[in-house]
């Protein structure tokens, strides 16, 4: 099971870091990638991390800004975001992808999910 936490309520400009906890299973055998969905729109990629060394990937709108880093000893990812602007918010989603070949930014290809975590951003 996964387990998204840290959202809030933060101005424009602020930080914030989310965490995904994984209570069960063989964390370091799972790519983990976060998502995200604001009422009205589907749910879009945000970022990923492969299981072991670190590689990650970044949707545009996210890149220089959001930064994926994880820990498999205490199994939790983290989701550092930078200089939030309104449009970051939304719902956000970790999810689990098992030994993938490649970092993947579409939902489908994920095997399991948390269940998300709102952050909302003020102007």
């Known amino acids: 099971q996964l387990q998204a936490s840290g959202g809030g309520l933060v101005q424009a400009g602020d930080s914030l870091r989310l965490s995904c906890g994984a209570t069960t299973g063989l964390f370091s055998d799972y790519a983990i990638g976060w998502f995200r969905q604001a009422p009205g729109n589907q749910r879009e990629f945000v970022g990923a991390?492969?299981?072991?060394?670190?590689?990650?990937s970044y949707a545009d709108s996210v890149k220089g800004r959001f930064t994926i880093s994880r820990d498999n000893a205490k199994n939790t990812v983290y989701l550092q975001m930078n200089s939030l602007k309104p449009e970051d918010a939304a719902v956000y989603y970790c999810?689990?992808?098992?030994?993938?070949?490649?970092?993947?930014?579409?939902?489908?290809?994920?095997?399991?999910w948390g269940q998300g975590t709102l952050v909302t951003v003020s102007s």
């Open positions: 991390i492969e299981r072991v060394g670190g590689v990650t």
């Open positions: 999810a689990a992808d098992y030994r993938p070949a490649i970092l993947s930014p579409w939902p489908g290809h994920y095997d399991y």
